[in-house]
């Protein structure tokens, strides 16, 4: 029986590698948004932390370097915990679009696949007919062979 070739494999073969290359794409960024998420929450562990120290010092005696410090301390942290945050935009913008690219890589190899398929199905059809013509074929010819026998058998009366 004859082997199934498809023609476009090669395209096919390389539209499933873009596909991956996409969905590694796609995850290094999610991998850029869950360390900035940590760094952010970590973040807002430490301001915490510092505030309860800051309102531990505060009972009795009022240390004013110590609060100046806080203050200051807190800027920084603020000032850096918004960059993480303009930076978590943009890779959630980036997000979106590397999603993009997958979708539209998913949906160039599903319709190579599709086409495949089909393919495929008429090949076996036609596979299917060819077979079937084989055998009319055959019982013509042994159908043939005995009536031929069966005509010499009477010439041979």
Not at 125 to 149: C, K, M, P
């Amino acid at each position: 029986m004859a082997k199934f070739t498809f023609q476009l494999e090669s395209v096919l073969r390389h539209r499933r590698m873009v596909e991956e290359q996409r969905q590694r794409e796609l995850a290094m960024v999610l991998k850029e948004r869950a360390e900035l998420r940590e760094q952010l929450r970590q973040m807002q562990q430490t301001i915490s932390r510092s505030k309860r120290q800051l309102s531990d010092g505060l009972i009795g005696a009022v240390d004013v370097d110590r609060v100046a410090g806080f203050a200051r301390y807190s800027a920084q942290v603020t000032q850096r915990a918004r960059g993480y945050v303009l930076k978590l935009a943009s890779v959630e913008k980036r997000i979106e679009e590397a999603r993009g690219r997958l979708l539209e890589a998913k949906r160039a190899r599903r319709a190579l696949e599709l086409l495949r398929e089909r393919r495929y199905a008429q090949w076996k059809l036609e596979q299917g007919r060819r077979e079937a013509a084989a055998l009319d074929e055959l019982a013509v010819q042994r159908h043939a062979r005995r009536e031929g026998s069966g005509a010499q058998a009477e010439v041979g009366r």
